[in-house]
């Protein structure tokens, strides 16, 4: 209730009661209506009371409308019981808990009616499908727990326009050519990966099964083991499902074409039919499934604004709503239903990278936070569970104790990079593909103008049980390879870095239809490397040595000369820092050239250094005058403001280490402007700074 008229976005007239006051008073409620940013985010049957000073949310209301409060030390969350999500926050401030309405997030929250009908929401919720996928689902009640409300966007999805881009339709036939699942399985092994997966598997074996499209994915180390994999996998779904393998189709790929599974096939009375050479639209529907999964994963990832470590995760998901959610043609079911004989229950799915508080499991005093912030990582291969990245902690757990707020995710990333981050594995040529199979899938693309660069088809991994499907153990994290020099340096070895078209301890590259997707999910790296020995086999961080050494050439800071007689040559060293975000994410990899300033000699190398530093008494004082007189302040930052100062002393520092100049190796470098790490570089700034203002 509150007593300002002006906060309603609608009115209606009330009458007949009155609320009592701490002071024994009375107020007439005159109006009841609803208070928020628009129609779509409002807090319903709120009351206009005469004469209330203060604007007051019942704690009752909430819980009567289906939502649970719970109160920590500073702040206080209304999670709806239903969908898990968090619909409103308030902040203690002294001894009272308050709601701002203007910061909630742009989402539909009607906070005293359901909030879990938002079409945008489930979209997110299902991978970013179709609206008209979503329509089928809910029309054909081929799932359980999606609201029956009509689905329809006002307006692009930004993510999906990112992420995805329409093609040419397949040809296609009108008739099933199986008639129970497992009777045919399609097989593609791609690989090598630019990257080793952190359990050191470069190869992905993909299984699709013909009559329901149900899909799994096995990774490997190497294509010896694609034979024990695939007789595992038999074995384990020939039990599950009670039936027998009939046939398999594949390319031939000498992991495929060879004495073990020709000898295993004729025991188990299995018919292998293989692709014509150089013709991947006979084995067409594995490689269709390829792409419908990396570009769910790709927009997964921008609009979850997740950075691209999380690719394994993100594949993973994918893969588990498309067994679930995509409806097979001429069928009209899910992989799920056909696969298992019951329709899938889709009402846990929450939106990949959301925001979300996972309950604290460790000893906790009566007044700790019983919950940590975590972000939504998709769903347990073991048990009914949800994977999220404990933030406090920094570790992967799976827990059914989570509170979700799906209004919340990281901020969605403008993917402009190209194939920065992972080395090449040879050229691909992303072919177009018109498969003489069946029907393709109901595509679970947004129908909008999707432009976007070819990419490489994507891969992820899932499990046939009900239970939810997430990466295993060898999928969180990838590494890096050996990476190119930088432009404009040459990095010194044997061979530079440059003339090589591979990484030759990887072997001959035989298909690299993932080369681009892995690329484009290359990430920033975790680890702040010690010294540039251990640097320079990361690209990021080479890229930022680079960027390093670009400012130095925009700013004039040095030029080279012959190595001078009788003058103190002081060394250089590199320094590597990870720059996090508000959400304790890695956005960026800094590294900052620095001069051994513990090498300088005084009266020869510097003289004065002291530089004056404003007192945190000073600026507090001049922020509270401002505050009290009505006055505006200015706040600014100078990048690499120490390169702006002006030396007075002759300072000659070494090449930087790794990034000599190839012509003139013996040469150093005469600093015209200050370094960080010398001893006179504060005071030099300070005089550059004081002149101009």
Same mark, same amino acid.
């Given at each position: 209730m509150? $007593?300002?008229?002006?906060l ?9 009661? &009155? ?14 209506? &609803? ?20 604007? *007051?949310?019942?704690? =009752?209301q ?21 969908s898990?999500?968090? @619909?409103?926050e308030g902040?203690r *401030?002294?001894n ?7 910061l909630l997030?742009?989402i539909?929250? #009607?906070?005293?009616?359901? @909030?879990d ?9 299902? +991978?970013?499908? =179709? ?17 029956k ?24 036939? /009108? %008739? ?9 399985i ?23 099964d013909?009559? =329901?499209?149900?899909?799994? #994915?096995?990774f ?9 994999? %695939?007789?595992v ?7 599950? #499902? ?6 398999i189709?594949?390319?031939?790929? #000498? ?13 188990? +009375? ?28 790709r927009?997964m ?8 470590n999380f ?5 993973n ?13 001429? !069928? ?10 019951r ?9 990949? $990278?959301?925001k979300?508080?996972?309950? /604290?499991?460790?000893n ?5 936070a ?46 402009d990079? $190209? ?9 691909h040529?992303?072919?177009h593909?018109?498969?003489?199979h ?17 990419? +490489?088809?994507g ?30 340096? &040459?990095?010194h070895?044997?061979?530079?870095l ?8 990887q ?10 997707f892995c ?14 020995e251990?640097?320079l086999?990361? @690209? ?7 960027e390093e ?8 800071v ?7 007689? /009788? ?9 590597f820092? /990870? ?6 994410? @890695?956005?960026?990899n ?20 002291f530089a004056p530093?404003a007192?945190l ?15 505006? !302040?200015?706040q ?6 120490f *390169?702006?100062?002006?030396l007075?002393e ?23 402007k200050?370094?960080?790490? *010398? ?15």
């Amino acid at each position: 209730m509150t $007593g300002d008229k002006s906060l309603f976005l609608s009115l209606r007239p009330f009458s007949g009661g &009155k609320v009592t006051f701490g002071d024994n008073s009375k107020g007439e409620i005159i109006a009841v209506g &609803k208070i928020g940013k628009s129609p779509d985010h409002a807090i319903d049957n709120v009351f206009l009371v005469k004469g209330l000073k203060f604007n *007051l949310l019942s704690i =009752s209301q909430f819980c009567d409308r289906g939502n649970s409060v719970v109160f920590d030390h500073n702040v206080c969350r209304i999670v709806n019981n239903e969908s898990q999500q968090v @619909i409103l926050e308030g902040k203690r *401030l002294e001894n009272t808990y308050k709601v701002d309405l203007d910061l909630l997030p742009s989402i539909s929250l #009607t906070c005293l009616s359901v @909030i879990d009908n938002d079409p945008l929401l489930w979209h997110k919720r299902l +991978g970013h499908a =179709s609206f008209s996928l979503i329509n089928k689902l809910k029309n054909n009640e081929l799932v359980v727990g999606l609201p029956k409300i009509k689905y329809s966007l006002d307006h692009i999805c930004s993510a999906c326009a990112t992420g995805k881009q329409s093609r040419s339709s397949f040809k296609t036939k /009108n %008739f099933v050519s199986t008639s129970k699942p497992i009777e045919l399985i399609h097989m593609d092994l791609c690989g090598p990966m630019s990257v080793r997966s952190r359990g050191n598997k470069e190869y992905v074996l993909v299984i699709v099964d013909d009559f =329901s499209r149900f899909t799994w #994915t096995i990774f490997l180390a190497s294509k010896k083991d694609t034979f024990n994999e %695939f007789v595992v996998f038999v074995r384990k779904i020939e039990h599950q #499902t009670g039936l027998h393998l009939i046939k398999i189709r594949s390319d031939h790929g #000498t992991e495929f074409d060879n004495s073990l599974f020709e000898e295993f096939c004729k025991e188990r +009375g299995i018919d292998h039919n293989f692709s014509a050479p150089r013709t991947p639209q006979q084995n067409g529907v594995v490689e269709r499934k390829n792409r419908t999964l990396e570009d769910m994963t790709r927009t997964m990832l921008i609009s979850s604004g997740l950075a691209r470590n999380f690719w394994a995760e993100a594949l993973n998901t994918a893969c588990y709503i498309i067994n679930r959610a995509m409806i097979r043609p001429l !069928l009209g079911k899910t992989p799920y239903e056909l696969l298992k004989g019951r329709k899938p229950n889709i009402s846990h799915l929450r939106t990949f $990278g959301c925001k979300c508080f996972v309950h /604290n499991n460790d000893n906790i005093g009566k007044f700790d936070a019983r919950s940590d912030e975590a972000i939504f990582l998709g769903y347990s291969t073991h048990s009914k569970a949800y994977k999220v990245l404990n933030k406090r902690t920094q570790c992967v757990e799976e827990s059914i104790h989570i509170i979700f707020d799906e209004a919340l995710s990281l901020k969605p990333r403008q993917d402009d990079e $190209g194939d920065i981050g992972i080395l090449r594995k040879g050229n691909h040529s992303h072919e177009h593909i018109e498969t003489s199979h069946d029907q393709t899938e109901e595509s679970l693309d947004n129908e909008q103008n999707e432009p976007r660069t070819e990419e +490489g088809p994507g891969l992820t991994t899932t499990n046939p049980s009900e239970e939810p499907a997430g990466p295993g153990p060898d999928t969180l994290y990838e590494f890096v390879d050996q990476p190119n020099a930088p432009r404009g340096w &040459k990095h010194h070895r044997s061979h530079p870095l440059d003339n090589l078209l591979t990484d030759l301890n990887q072997g001959v590259t035989t298909r690299s239809k993932l080369r681009n997707f892995c690329t484009f999910f290359a990430y920033l790296s975790l680890i702040e490397p010690e010294n540039h020995e251990v640097a320079l086999s990361d @690209i990021d961080r080479v890229l930022a040595m680079q960027e390093e050494l670009n400012q130095f050439e925009r700013n004039k800071v040095w030029h080279l000369e012959p190595r001078p007689e /009788n003058k103190t040559v002081i060394g250089l060293k590199w320094v590597f820092k /990870n720059k996090l975000d508000e959400h304790g994410q @890695i956005t960026r990899n800094k590294a900052r050239l620095v001069v051994k300033g513990y090498n300088q000699q005084e009266g020869i190398d510097f003289n004065e250094t002291f530089a004056p530093v404003a007192r945190l008494e000073a600026i507090r004082m001049l922020i509270a005058f401002a505050a009290h007189m009505g006055f505006t !302040l200015h706040q600014m930052d100078v990048k690499t403001a120490f *390169l702006n100062g002006y030396l007075k002393e002759e300072v000659y520092v070494e090449q930087p280490p790794e990034f000599e100049n190839p012509d003139l190796p013996n040469h150093v470098f005469k600093l015209d402007k200050a370094l960080y790490g *010398l001893k006179q570089a504060p005071r030099a700034w300070y005089e550059r700074l004081s002149k101009f203002l």
